[in-house]
């Protein structure tokens, strides 16, 4: 069997509000979820923390004037269902987009939600020790259904993000694979990287 079954990742890539937010955190404070930053430390962060930290992130890009700090949104979180541990992953990333024949220098945020599709198995052989990645749906379920319990969530709440660039000569629409909220798009409308690109909300 193939070491690469089942590898890569499940993602949720969404955009919402720091209320909105909020209400999807609490997802994870009901299951007990302990959300590290990915420095050498280690550092265990709170809810409020990271509360904060989205907050702080989303204002950059929803300001009226670009604020002077670089924004950053990346944890690492531990979950455990009776038996069961597992790790999410969350970080900030961008979506490129063209402007005038171009990538333009800024991008549109989004925040990633990840959990490995693998479940790795440790196995022994006559070549020594390997192992396979199995699928995590059968060895954590529990795991797989609260992904998908967050998931369901945060698709109730968005829709898929779409908005048009400047291309060469004409507005072109850009279809990312992620989702926004109405008040999102709302306040992403009236930022200054919209402004900057003269970049125009599609999101009903």
């Given amino acids: 069997m193939s070491r690469l079954n089942h590898s890569g990742f ?21 299951k007990q979820a302990q959300f590290r930053l990915t420095n050498h430390a280690n550092t265990q962060h709170g809810y409020d923390q990271v509360y904060e930290a989205y907050r702080t992130y989303y204002r950059y890009f929803t300001s009226q004037k670009k604020p002077d700090y670089h924004p950053f949104f990346v944890y690492s979180i531990s979950l455990a269902f009776g038996d ?3 790790g999410f992953f969350v970080r900030n990333e961008g979506i490129s987009f063209p402007h005038f024949g171009q990538w333009a220098e800024d991008e549109l945020p989004y925040v990633m939600l990840s959990l ?3 479940f790795q198995i440790d196995l022994e052989d006559e070549k020594g020790q390997y192992y396979i990645y199995e699928d995590i749906r059968e060895h954590q379920p529990l795991t797989y259904a609260f992904f998908d319990e967050v998931a369901s969530y945060t698709k109730k709440i968005t829709k898929p993000l779409r908005f048009s660039s400047l291309a060469a000569d004409a507005l072109q629409e850009q279809k990312p694979p992620v989702r926004i909220s109405k008040e999102a798009a709302k306040d992403m409308m009236n930022s200054w990287i919209f402004k900057k690109y003269e970049l125009v909300m599609n999101t009903k």
Avoid: A, D
């Avoid at 955009?15 to 909020?22: C, G």
């Fill in 10 to 30: 499940y993602k949720l890539k969404f955009f919402l509000t720091p209320e909105e937010f909020k209400s999807v955190l609490s997802l994870f404070e009901q």
């Fill in 84 to 86: 069961e541990r597992s």
């Fill in 116 to 118: 490995p599709k693998g």
